[in-house]
């Protein structure tokens, strides 16, 4: 069982570059969420969504966009990336709100 | 106020200690709350989750929670060096419509010292 899958793993972005995270997963959770993770502190949602076609922003979602046409995949779109966007970006999902997420195992990203 | 506050680290205890983590919320209406080990470079993952008021046990890990004090605590009986991890308390409520999601502390950092 693959559970959630992230990648890439690690990139490098030059300021005003764009990329998209890629998070899919094979557990038919409907629930999906994005949080990144800066050094020494906790998670902090970036965006979420409950179903297919179905998005919602979470606490720090400036810059970023998020799309989720299937059950299966939501990807994080970074647009003109800014070195405040430095950081370890974890993609989790669950069966429903509020119930344990199973996380992907990160992507670690800096922009310079 | 931060909507999950954990006790501040780092926290070091010896091997074979009790290791006692610590965890208030804000929101009266969370029904659900959850501790996430992370070690360094690693996605957090699952060790406890408790929805009822009272102790809940697994292996040497033991679950609290307190709704009208809204405090949720986690002990680690007998530490080993491996349980050395940040660790991440969440809460959020049970809902299936749109709204739902976890908050998460900021993490206290253990170190059990062989």
């Known amino acids: 069982n693959a559970g959630v899958t992230q990648t890439p793993k690690f990139r490098i972005l030059k300021i005003g570059q764009s990329m998209t995270l890629q998070c899919t997963q094979d557990?038919?959770?409907?629930?999906m969420y994005w949080y990144r993770q800066d050094p020494g502190m906790g998670l902090k949602l970036i965006y979420y969504?409950?179903?297919?076609?179905?998005?919602d922003k979470g606490e720090v979602p400036n810059g970023y966009n998020v799309s989720r046409s299937t059950t299966e995949d939501f990807p994080l779109r970074l647009e003109l990336a800014a070195p405040s966007q430095t950081s370890v970006y974890f993609c989790?999902?669950?069966?429903?709100?509020?119930?344990?997420?199973?996380f992907g195992n990160g992507t670690r990203l800096t922009v310079t | 106020q931060k909507e999950v506050e954990q006790n501040s680290g780092p926290l070091s205890v010896p091997e074979g200690a009790i290791a006692s983590l610590n965890c208030t919320y804000s929101?009266?209406?969370?029904?659900?709350f959850f501790w996430y080990r992370q070690y360094s470079g690693k996605s957090p993952e699952l060790i406890m989750f408790?929805?009822?008021?009272g102790d809940k046990e697994d292996g040497r890990f033991t679950a609290q929670l307190n709704k009208a004090s809204q405090y949720v605590s986690l002990l680690i009986r007998d530490s080993q060096p491996s349980d050395s991890a940040t660790y991440l308390c969440?809460?959020?409520?049970?809902?299936?419509?749109?709204?739902?999601?976890?908050?998460f502390g900021e993490g206290t950092q253990l170190t059990v010292n062989p």
């Open positions: 408790i929805y009822s008021n």
């Open positions: 989790a999902s669950s069966y429903r709100g509020g119930s344990p997420l199973h």
């Open positions: 929101d009266r209406g969370s029904q659900s």
């Open positions: 969440a809460a959020g409520r049970l809902r299936e419509t749109s709204g739902s999601r976890l908050t």
């Open positions: 557990m038919n959770h409907n629930y």
């Open positions: 969504s409950v179903g297919a076609g179905i998005t």
